[in-house]
Protein backbone atom coordinates (compact mmCIF):
# COMPACT_ATOMS: atom_id res chain seq x y z
CA UNK A 1 0.00 0.00 0.00
CA UNK A 2 1.45 3.67 -0.93
CA UNK A 3 0.37 6.38 1.28
CA UNK A 4 1.43 10.21 -0.37
CA UNK A 5 1.57 12.96 1.76
CA UNK A 6 2.33 16.56 1.35
CA UNK A 7 0.25 18.35 -1.12
CA UNK A 8 -1.50 21.66 -0.46
CA UNK A 9 -1.84 24.57 -1.85
CA UNK A 10 0.83 27.23 -2.30
CA UNK A 11 1.99 30.68 -4.35
CA UNK A 12 3.30 30.56 -7.16
CA UNK A 13 7.28 30.29 -7.13
CA UNK A 14 7.16 28.49 -3.50
CA UNK A 15 8.48 24.80 -2.79
CA UNK A 16 6.60 21.42 -1.36
CA UNK A 17 7.59 18.22 -0.60
CA UNK A 18 5.44 15.41 -1.57
CA UNK A 19 5.87 11.81 0.50
CA UNK A 20 4.91 8.64 -0.53
CA UNK A 21 5.31 5.57 2.49
CA UNK A 22 4.90 2.05 1.50
CA UNK A 23 3.61 -0.30 3.63
CA UNK A 24 3.36 -3.73 3.28
CA UNK A 25 6.02 -3.82 0.29
CA UNK A 26 9.94 -3.99 0.59
CA UNK A 27 10.57 -0.56 -1.06
CA UNK A 28 13.84 -0.75 -1.62
CA UNK A 29 12.93 -3.49 -4.40
CA UNK A 30 10.89 -1.26 -6.25
CA UNK A 31 11.33 1.86 -8.47
CA UNK A 32 9.08 4.39 -7.88
CA UNK A 33 6.86 6.81 -10.06
CA UNK A 34 5.21 10.04 -9.18
CA UNK A 35 2.35 11.12 -11.86
CA UNK A 36 -0.05 13.84 -11.91
CA UNK A 37 -3.29 14.64 -13.08
CA UNK A 38 -4.99 18.15 -14.26
CA UNK A 39 -8.80 18.46 -14.36
CA UNK A 40 -10.09 17.00 -17.71
CA UNK A 41 -6.07 15.69 -18.50
CA UNK A 42 -4.30 12.54 -19.17
CA UNK A 43 -1.93 11.85 -16.30
CA UNK A 44 1.14 12.42 -17.03
CA UNK A 45 4.32 11.19 -16.33
CA UNK A 46 6.43 13.81 -13.59
CA UNK A 47 9.34 11.58 -12.10
CA UNK A 48 10.89 8.39 -11.25
CA UNK A 49 13.83 6.47 -9.35
CA UNK A 50 14.65 3.17 -9.54
CA UNK A 51 16.39 0.75 -6.99
CA UNK A 52 19.67 2.73 -6.62
CA UNK A 53 20.21 6.38 -7.71
CA UNK A 54 18.84 6.50 -11.53
CA UNK A 55 16.22 9.63 -11.65
CA UNK A 56 14.00 10.04 -15.04
CA UNK A 57 12.39 13.52 -14.89
CA UNK A 58 9.75 14.62 -17.39
CA UNK A 59 10.93 17.70 -18.80
CA UNK A 60 8.50 20.18 -17.52
CA UNK A 61 9.85 20.03 -13.97
CA UNK A 62 13.55 19.40 -14.86
CA UNK A 63 15.93 21.39 -12.81
CA UNK A 64 12.80 22.08 -10.18
CA UNK A 65 11.73 18.92 -9.03
CA UNK A 66 13.96 16.27 -7.05
CA UNK A 67 12.98 12.56 -6.37
CA UNK A 68 15.05 10.96 -4.04
CA UNK A 69 14.32 7.75 -1.73
CA UNK A 70 15.02 6.59 2.12
CA UNK A 71 14.91 3.02 1.81
CA UNK A 72 15.11 3.25 5.43
CA UNK A 73 11.89 5.27 6.06
CA UNK A 74 10.22 2.93 3.12
CA UNK A 75 9.49 6.72 1.48
CA UNK A 76 10.50 8.08 -1.68
CA UNK A 77 10.41 12.53 -1.66
CA UNK A 78 9.09 14.39 -4.36
CA UNK A 79 10.84 18.06 -3.79
CA UNK A 80 9.12 20.32 -5.77
CA UNK A 81 10.60 23.97 -5.89
CA UNK A 82 10.11 27.03 -8.14
CA UNK A 83 6.26 25.71 -8.49
CA UNK A 84 4.49 27.07 -11.48
CA UNK A 85 0.58 27.67 -12.00
CA UNK A 86 0.72 24.50 -14.51
CA UNK A 87 2.16 22.40 -11.98
CA UNK A 88 -1.71 22.29 -10.38
CA UNK A 89 -2.69 18.76 -10.32
CA UNK A 90 -3.49 15.40 -8.52
CA UNK A 91 -0.33 13.56 -7.64
CA UNK A 92 0.30 10.01 -7.69
CA UNK A 93 2.73 7.97 -6.34
CA UNK A 94 3.47 4.13 -8.11
CA UNK A 95 5.77 1.76 -7.39
CA UNK A 96 6.70 -0.80 -9.86
CA UNK A 97 8.88 -4.37 -9.26
CA UNK A 98 11.47 -3.88 -11.99
CA UNK A 99 15.11 -2.01 -10.88
CA UNK A 100 14.47 0.99 -13.54
CA UNK A 101 12.40 4.01 -13.35
CA UNK A 102 9.63 3.56 -15.97
CA UNK A 103 7.58 6.28 -17.66
CA UNK A 104 4.29 4.72 -18.57
CA UNK A 105 2.15 4.69 -15.62
CA UNK A 106 0.58 1.22 -17.14
CA UNK A 107 3.98 -0.21 -16.17
CA UNK A 108 3.48 0.35 -12.25
CA UNK A 109 2.15 -2.53 -9.76
CA UNK A 110 0.96 -0.20 -7.14
CA UNK A 111 -0.59 3.28 -6.75
CA UNK A 112 -0.95 4.83 -3.75
CA UNK A 113 -4.34 7.49 -3.65
CA UNK A 114 -4.12 11.15 -5.38
CA UNK A 115 -2.84 14.04 -3.46
CA UNK A 116 -3.70 18.18 -4.44
CA UNK A 117 -1.13 19.86 -5.32
CA UNK A 118 -2.47 23.76 -5.94
CA UNK A 119 -0.48 27.07 -7.20
CA UNK A 120 -2.09 30.14 -6.54
CA UNK A 121 -0.60 33.19 -8.77
Known amino acids: QLQASGGGLVQAGASLRLSCRAS????????VGWFRQAPGEEREFVAA???????RYADSVKGRFTISRDNAKNTVYLQMNSLKLEDAATYFC?????????????????WGRGIQVTVSS
Open 94 to 110: AADREKVPKLVSREYDY
Open 24 to 31: GLTFSNYA
Open 49 to 55: IGWTVVT
